[in-house]
């Protein structure tokens, strides 16, 4: 089995103006030109996108949405489709975040039917999964993202799914500083492939890419990394720095 290409991701969720923003992605295109064993994502705001995808056109850094409506057009006052991320010169797609899940009532349904608009477009998903610390209590962890996965990817084909990527965030370490221990993740990324085996194939199971995303930093990813099944990481806050980023990218 060849080993699945690192995926780096930063999430800057409501954060920078377009200034900032280019600002931002200007030193980070800079700092991790030499990386070339690692793909590296930022999910700027919708405002910054067409703006920074400029800036990081030609380079080693992909450009991503937050989110997207699943309809091509139409009256859907305040959305966004698949192409128009695409026409802004994204590659990647963040479906079903937690905090979509918790402020904006998306539900599995919901990220089942975009998961679907980016795979029509050429967009790679990547669909967010994890349970919060009450359910970890009560231990049900694994039955919690075994409904997800089930759900959010109900009706399609392995053949459909190549370029899926999953992001484990468990809500419980999203933004509060705890993270994960590296077994905590490794536990279930291995749980999560073994369901993407018996849901689709084990030539699926081997290849999709499962990201890691909760409190990540300098000093926890290579850690994080060095477990067989994370292939990479979905970094909130600490993305926001192009310096602090950078020494993510660089594990
Ligand atoms: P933090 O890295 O700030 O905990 O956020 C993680 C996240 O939600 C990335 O999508």
């Known amino acids: 089995m060849g080993k699945r290409k690192p995926l780096i991701a930063g999430n800057w969720k409501m954060f920078k103006t377009c200034t900032e923003a280019v600002e931002t992605a200007s ?26 995808s400029k800036v990081v056109a030609g380079t080693n850094v992909g450009l991503g949405a937050q989110n ?16 128009m991320i695409l026409s802004a010169g994204c590659s990647y797609v963040i479906i079903g975040h937690s905090e979509r899940r918790q402020f904006f009532s998306e539900t599995d349904s919901s990220v089942n039917k975009k998961i679907n608009s980016a795979i029509q477009s050429g967009l790679i998903p990547v669909m967010c999964i994890g349970e919060t610390g009450p359910e970890r209590d009560a231990d049900k962890t694994f039955s919690i993202l075994d409904k997800q996965v089930q759900m959010g990817l109900e009706g399609f084909s392995s053949g459909n799914l190549r370029s899926l990527v999953i992001a484990y ?58 477990m067989p099944d994370i292939d990479g990481a979905l970094v909130g806050g600490a993305s926001l720095d192009p310096e602090v980023f950078s020494k993510i990218i660089h594990f």
Do not use: C
């Open 169 to 226: 965030e468990p809500v419980w370490a999203i933004g509060t500083g705890k993270t994960a221990t590296s077994g905590q993740a490794q536990e279930v990324h291995r749980f999560l492939r073994s369901l993407i085996e018996k849901k689709f194939d084990k030539n699926l199971a081997e290849s999709i890419r499962i990201l890691y995303g909760g409190s990540v930093k300098p000093d926890n990813i290579a850690e994080l990394m060095s």
């Open 68 to 83: 997207l409506f699943w309809e091509a057009q139409g009256a859907y006052t305040g959305e966004i489709s698949a192409q």
């Open 27 to 52: 030193k980070l295109v800079k700092l991790s030109s030499n990386v070339t064993d690692t793909d590296i994502m930022i999910a700027p705001t919708f405002t910054s996108l067409a703006l920074v």
